[in-house]
């Protein structure tokens, strides 16, 4: 992820970014407070982040870690899911939503979306890709866009299913991680809030939750932390764990991030009302999907390009305007390395879907000024 706004050679505007950080001189002075300190992993700042992040989702506990891709590979690790298990997950994410399967040996199972208005995973794709060797479902509210909490419970539920939730694009909203077992959050750089590097994981059971920090640091029975304050050097090592530890650099970051993820979380939905308002009015052959009255953390700004449209002349189009676009995602199961794994799927839904998608500029620094900008230049290049 480039944070640099380049000058647009065409317009000498400053290039609006699709996603930008917002760090400044309070970040500065948490970081200089820490390397002051001298303590500098896994101490006070950590414990308070698990405390301040766990407290905007309802939770009791949450374990920081060093990404959400750690967390979600923690979660499913720390539930035992394994060789011969099958994990349905979507192919409309990011492909740490399929690593993590992988990376405990079980197998992903690729779920379509359900429409273009919707595409959230689909319940009745979901519905014929069970098996017998079906464990568990990774949901992702895609673009911060909650899944349907009630419909997914009922679906586990009946089938004695995990239900996890990559809640990578919902920081921030009290009702992601309230789904199933586990939930993982991310704070990498572009999303609604950032550590740069980092995430967060909760769980319903506290004793699962406790697995989770645990196996965070090599399945040590007691922290670094904790054993200079007891000044008992020993410990015992219970189980398999890894180093997914966040640092103290981090959680102070975190801690001030948090005080603003509301206010940015709003203005994203302020900017994303605004957009529907002049999309409508100057691009109607542009499909938005969702709704305004759907819950979400507004976490970008999807939309569906008219059939037959040439994608790439309008991302150039764009470009030379100053203005920079994504694709979310590419199709997990179109890649080749998750082709020679898994060969011959077809899921006719995300390939459209994926085919039309175009992500456009969506952060809390934008105004109307920049929005006014993005849709005259998306008009424009329908138009040529
Ligand atoms: C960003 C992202 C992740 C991975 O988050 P990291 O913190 O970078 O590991 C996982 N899933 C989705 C849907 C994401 O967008």
Redesign the pocket.
Known sequence: MAAVADESVATQEPVIMVAEPIIGPEEKAALCQVIDSGWITMGDRVKTFERSFSEMHGARDCVAVD????G?HLILAALGLGPGDEVLVPAM??V??VNCVLYVGAKPVFVDIASPEKPLMSLEDAAAKCTSRTKAIIL?H?AGYLADRESWQSFATERGLLLIE?A??AAGLPEAGTYGVAA?F???G??NMTTA???TVVAQDPNLLERIRTMRGHGLTSGTFQRVASRDRSYDVTMLGFNYRMDELRAAIGLVQLTKLQGWNDKRKTLTALYRMLLAERCPEVQVPFSMDWRSSYHILPVLLPKGKNRQDVIDQLRSAGIQTTIHYPPAHRFSFYRSLMPGISLPKTEDFADRELTLPLHPRLEEVHLDRITRSLAAALAA
């Open positions: 990404s959400c891709t750690a979600l994410t990011f740490a939503s992702v895609f990559d990578a694009h993982a991310s704070f990498y572009n999303k590097e980092g995430g």
